[in-house]
T-cell receptor, first 113, second 113 residues
């Protein structure tokens, strides 16, 4: 079954404690990205990757890092989480140029206290 | 700077009637326009898309209309069913290098039985 898998689904952490949200896709997609969803703001792109070892900033990259060492994995790293990073996070993958359908993970609800 | 806007945060429609969701955009360089549907506790799922060279695309009960001169996109659902109750996001893709998928703020559609 084609899918994007994120872990964990829910996470409560304290300010400053480094965390990683994992994302894996099994569709051999080149393009992967991370979004955060906040009330009234829709889905905003944090980082994206067009292929292995190719990553770039989206609209709201501050406080986040990513890596793309393998095609299937695209982890999101918060080195020093702060309360304003409390949000619902989605990982997505897409086949690439002219492939418009993006597949999303089920989301990770992060709370930073 | 919100490039994709959904001005109606919510919409209620009687079952069996037509639901019309609207979206406005500012960038003439967008190549594709898409609609995604999101249920609570799930990631967004792709619904329908349209290329910038077309003005209409139909898939079953769902039709997307594109008015390039007005920079306006709409989704028509007819007839509306209770299972259509969800949050709908319009989105755009620009093939200007980064293939960025930009989302609107979302409209919560409620179908009244």
């Amino acid at each position: 079954e084609a899918q994007v898998t994120q872990n964990p689904r829910y996470l409560i952490t304290v300010t400053g404690k480094k965390l990683t949200v994992t994302c894996s896709q099994n569709m051999n997609h080149e393009y992967m990205s991370w979004y955060r969803q906040d009330p009234g703001l829709g889905l905003r792109q944090i980082y994206y990757s067009m292929n292995v070892e190719v990553t770039d900033k989206g609209d709201v990259p501050e406080g986040y890092k990513v890596s793309r060492k393998e095609k299937r994995n695209f982890p999101l790293i918060l080195e020093s989480p702060s309360p304003n990073q409390t949000s619902l996070y989605f990982c997505a993958s897409r086949g690439g140029v002219l492939n418009t359908e993006a597949f999303f993970g089920q989301g990770t609800r992060l709370t930073v206290v | 700077d919100q490039q994709v806007k959904q001005n109606s945060p919510s919409l209620s429609v009687q079952e069996g009637r037509i639901s019309i969701l609207n979206c406005d955009y500012t960038n003439s360089m967008f190549d594709y326009f898409l609609w995604y549907k999101k249920y609570p506790a799930e990631g967004p799922t792709f619904l329908i898309s349209i290329s910038s060279i077309k003005d209409k695309n139909e898939d079953g009960r769902f039709t997307v209309f594109l008015n390039k001169s007005a920079k306006h996109l709409s989704l028509h659902i007819v007839p509306s069913q209770p299972g259509d109750s969800a949050v709908y996001f319009c989105a755009t893709i620009s093939n200007s290098g980064n293939e960025k998928l930009t989302f609107g703020t979302g409209t919560r559609l409620t179908i009244i039985p």
